[in-house]
């Protein structure tokens, strides 16, 4: 099953969008998260990608009641952000989320990660945030010595999902670099893809790989992909 999934990234009480991750760079502001996520939902997601970037450069989740206020829409939803502590996690999933997302703690907690999904199989995402080709944490602001490959076989045989984000087009609107997706044909497990994403054929393209979720921002809030024409694109 493929699905086209709107990102509710939230800054200081709202949903922002970001230019490549940099936190003083906001592309797009609006005041009311729950009203946004509605709206997506009315239009016919049927998941939602909501991220707390205050949480993702503090090292804490900063929004978790707005997080509970769009889980209680019913739709799934997957959360990240600053997520790096097991009982925030193990929270917001008895809370309702269909997946928590972990980057920094995927890089720093391997075996402690391995266990929390196998306690909460098929409900962990991990975060393949590359920058320059390697995996990126923290908020995006430091380079691991990883590439996204090596992190994806440190946890292969974990019955978890794969975010592949391109940290290097994010929020651009310049479209894919397909060249640096290819190597998710080969990933043994479930994943999804962001990062650039700014046409419906860039969607489709991801859909070739195997992916089953393409997840959008910049290009939905700035008008650029209509989501309706994008739902299309689901099966």
């Known amino acids: 099953m493929f699905r086209v999934i709107p990102a509710v990234d939230l800054k200081g009480n709202k949903v922002v969008r970001l230019r490549q991750g940099r936190e003083e760079e906001v592309t797009f502001s609006s005041e009311n998260p729950l009203e946004v996520a509605k709206g997506w939902v009315e239009k016919g997601a049927k998941v939602l990608h909501v991220i707390d970037l205050d ?101 292969e045989d974990s019955e978890i999902l794969f975010l592949y984000t391109n940290v290097d087009v994010e929020g651009l609107l310049m479209g894919i670099e397909k060249e640096k997706l290819e190597f998710l044909r080969n990933l043994k497990r479930p994943f999804h893809v962001a990062g650039g994403i700014s046409s419906l054929e860039d969607i489709a393209f991801i859909k070739s790989l195997g992916a089953s979720g393409a997840i959008l921002g910049s290009a939905l809030y700035m008008g650029k992909i209509k989501f309706e024409s994008a739902l299309r694109l689901e099966s």
Do not use: C
């Open 55 to 155: 949480g993702a450069f503090q090292g804490k989740l900063r929004h978790e009641e707005i997080i509970r206020s769009i889980i209680s829409l019913g739709v799934e939803v997957q959360v990240g952000g600053g997520i790096r502590d097991f009982e925030v996690a193990e929270r917001l999933l008895r809370l309702g989320a269909k997946r928590v997302i972990f980057g920094t703690l995927a890089i720093e907690r391997i075996e402690e990660v391995k266990e929390f999904a196998e306690k909460w199989k098929n409900r962990v995402m991990i975060a393949l945030d590359a920058k320059k080709g390697k995996v990126a944490v923290r908020g995006w602001k430091e380079e691991s010595s990883l590439t996204p490959m090596e992190v994806a076989k440190m946890y």
